[in-house]
């Protein structure tokens, strides 16, 4: 078996599937076929809701405001971290077999 290793902004945009996963290429021909891991799943969302009190996660349902576009927070990300998709290129990660 190969392993690949992603990054944590990958691991972010996988966690919320739930159901089994299509990659693809550029094409549209299928490369790989993930299904999700429930234990590992639940034991995300258990360590996000524990970094938040509820009455932090109440506060934030109640902020209005037209806040920032999904371009806006990857371009901050990017400037503060470096680019999200060069973790991912092709050659990227780690393999073990």
Do not use: W
């Amino acid at each position: 078996m190969i392993r690949k290793t992603i990054d944590q902004i990958t691991q972010i945009r996988l966690l919320g599937c739930l159901e089994e996963l299509e990659l693809c290429d550029e094409s549209g021909r299928v490369m790989a076929r993930l299904t999700p891991d429930p234990a590992y799943r639940r034991a995300m969302y258990d360590r996000a809701h524990a970094a938040f009190t509820d009455d932090e996660i109440e506060q934030a349902g109640k902020r209005t405001g037209t806040g920032k576009s999904l371009a806006e927070i990857m371009s901050h990300l990017e400037s503060v971290n470096g680019s999200v998709h060069s973790d991912v290129a092709p050659g990227g990660g780690t393999t073990a077999g």
